[in-house]
């Protein structure tokens, strides 16, 4: 019963996050309905679980605890701003449910299975897959002879009058007495301190400056979630690699 119920979540999972990541990236936005499904899905699955299978899920009940406690942890690192997009929150808190034990789709799968809550190492695992965003954005800035640091892996060299092309944040301030300093945590800025930074930016005309594109996490918690189903756990995998188990 189980690898049926997984097969589900990884079907339902994937539809909601795939449109989530589409509407993220051509709008910034992914509707609070794909959530609430989400949850709604996780919780009709943990349910049919306990039904057919309530020694195992009983037997596991420090995952059970475990899904109020990522729900709450992910709340607060979307409150101290160390995950920027509400959306992202909301999915990973949505995902407590979905994937609340680790996953086991058939025996060897995933082949890198790891011990820690499903919704855990999805986590994880999107976290690894981002990294390759900002080494993409050095490689790209090398090749183009931007070699500043740190920015290089934070954003891209655009004229000063293209700024608002596509979806951006400034990197490079201009105050109102025309002086320039860099913000390289540009996320935390408010809508109106990107518009009135925006306007003071584009006076520079044909300038180039820093700017940091809005790469939607929505992307990497897709692949993420897939990877988790299918290769298993990243991490752990990666920690077993260099720190093997004694002999």
């Known amino acids: 019963m189980v690898p049926v119920l997984d097969l589900l979540r990884l079907l339902a999972g994937t539809t909601l996050l795939a449109f989530a990541a589409y509407t993220d990236w051509r709008w910034r936005r992914a509707p609070n309905v794909l959530w609430v499904v989400m949850a709604l899905v996780g919780l009709v699955a943990l349910a049919a679980q306990?039904?057919?299978?309530?020694?195992?899920?009983?037997?596991?009940?420090?995952?059970?605890?475990?899904?109020?406690?990522?729900?709450?942890?992910?709340?607060?690192?979307?409150?101290?701003?160390?995950?920027?997009?509400?959306?992202?929150?909301?999915a990973l808190m949505a995902m407590a449910l979905l994937v609340p034990f680790p996953l086991a789709l058939a025996e060897g799968v995933p082949p890198l299975a790891?011990?820690?809550?499903?919704?855990?190492?999805?986590?994880g695992d999107s976290l690894l897959l981002f990294l390759a965003i900002p080494l993409s954005l050095a490689v790209w800035n090398l090749a183009h002879g931007?070699?500043?640091f740190p920015h290089l892996f934070l954003g891209v060299k655009r004229k000063a009058k293209d700024v608002r092309r596509g979806?951006?944040?400034?990197?490079?301030?201009?105050?109102?007495?025309g002086s320039r300093r860099t913000?390289?945590?540009?996320?935390?800025?408010s809508e109106e301190e990107v518009e009135a930074t925006f306007a003071r930016v584009q006076a520079l005309g044909e300038e180039k400056v820093w700017v940091s594109p809005k790469i939607p996490f929505m992307i990497p918690l897709l692949l993420g979630?897939?990877?988790?189903?299918?290769?298993g756990d990243l991490i752990f995998a990666l920690l077993r690699l260099v720190m093997p188990a004694p002999a």
């Open 50 to 90: 306990l039904a057919f299978e309530p020694s195992d899920v009983l037997g596991r009940w420090p995952y059970l605890v475990f899904i109020p406690g990522f729900a709450v942890a992910i709340y607060a690192m979307w409150w101290f701003g160390l995950i920027a997009g509400g959306a992202d929150a909301k």
């Open 114 to 123: 790891g011990p820690l809550p499903g919704a855990f190492t999805v986590l």
């Open 167 to 177: 979806h951006a944040w400034p990197m490079e301030v201009v105050e109102e007495d």
């Open 225 to 231: 979630f897939v990877a988790t189903f299918l290769v």
């Open 183 to 189: 913000r390289l945590m540009a996320s935390r800025m």
């Open 146 to 148: 931007h070699a500043r």
